[in-house]
């Protein structure tokens, strides 16, 4: 039985396994190409990355614009009212992460006007993104970036910098890769599916076989004992018996004191017992109650392994 958990246990790995392959051949990569322009020193600056995630419900199309934040403190523009500090289009909202849905964010960006969405993750989760899910709100471009990253692009505005965005489709995974990444997880899907079940028909099958051994050599037995009660003795006891006096034992079966009249089935061991009571114990377990003797090996009935 451990072996089957310990298979289970695999075949779940794998089904998660390739579950998530799946789901990463599903997603794409946003390119984002920064430019900063600092009004005091009149330089300009670039940066490029391919470090955001389309939304699972966004259009695959390329923005620009100047970068807007909210102009309030809460920078995750849950409330309906929500303003930017950029409203001339093109533009690009940059929203935190939480307190409310990607649909929600994303739906106050677009009624602001903005041509895309970008979330950047919470504190704490470094550069790493999620697959967002924001149905209701696929008008307008929307991709998540890491904490780092879009705390970097606040920084920057914060201080009084202009930042341009330019979102492209990334390069980094290529059609014939999507193609076998999606065919190779299907096979290895099916793969392990095929092998779980053929696995559990084997297992189920030996167990059914081997329980329908049991119970073949069970009725067997039952059908060997029977005979082999009969060859015993019986015998009926009498007033006066030692059996029936004050000192005489009871039946270690029922517990009952020994009582004229009543029928006795008499051991190869020689011990006694009521035959009501000792019959269907010996079709059951067909050894003495008290000291174990096996009347089959007794009376030199032969039993199969």
């Not at 690009?92 to 106050?108: D, M, P, Y």
């Not at 970097?152 to 910098?161: A, D, K, P, Q, V």
């Not at 009501?276 to 114990?281: A, E, F, K």
Request: hydrophobic share 40%; proline share 3%; with cysteine.
């Amino acid at each position: 039985m451990k072996q089957v958990e310990k298979f289970i246990f695999f075949c779940h790995l794998m089904v998660v396994s390739i579950l998530f392959k799946t789901t990463e051949a599903f997603s794409v990569r946003a390119s984002l190409s920064l430019f900063y322009f600092d009004t005091t020193s009149n330089k300009s600056v670039s940066d490029h990355c391919v470090c955001g995630l389309y939304g699972l419900n966004s259009p695959l199309l390329s923005a620009q614009g100047l970068v807007g934040i909210p102009v309030s403190d809460n920078l995750e523009a849950c409330d309906a009212n929500t303003r930017f500090t950029v409203t001339k289009p093109p533009w690009i909202a940059l929203i935190e992460r939480g307190n409310c849905s990607f649909t929600e964010k994303i739906q106050v960006a677009t009624r602001r006007g903005a041509a895309a969405a970008v979330i950047y993750n919470k504190l704490g989760k470094g550069n790493s993104t999620v697959l967002m899910s924001h149905p209701g709100a696929e008008s307008i471009v929307a991709i998540m970036i890491g904490n780092m990253k879009g705390m970097e692009i606040l920084h920057r505005i914060e201080s009084g910098m202009k930042v341009t965005m330019v979102i492209e489709v990334g390069k980094k995974h290529g059609p014939w890769m999507n193609q076998y990444s999606i065919f190779f997880t299907s096979v290895s899907f099916f793969i392990v599916t095929a092998a779980t079940m053929g696995y559990f028909i084997f297992y189920s099958a030996r167990r059914l076989r081997i329980a329908r051994a049991q119970s073949r050599n069970q009725r067997q037995l039952k059908a060997k004992a029977k005979k082999a009660i009969e060859q015993l003795q019986l015998r009926t006891l009498k007033q006066g018996d030692k059996e029936t006096g004050p000192d005489g034992d009871s039946c270690v079966v029922c517990i009952e004191l020994y009582k004229p009249n009543e029928v006795v089935r008499i051991l190869t061991c020689n011990h006694l017992f009521h035959k009501n009571c000792i019959d269907p114990w010996l079709l059951e377990h067909r050894t003495c109650p008290m000291c174990k003797c096996d009347i089959l090996k007794v009376l030199g009935v032969e039993v199969s392994q």
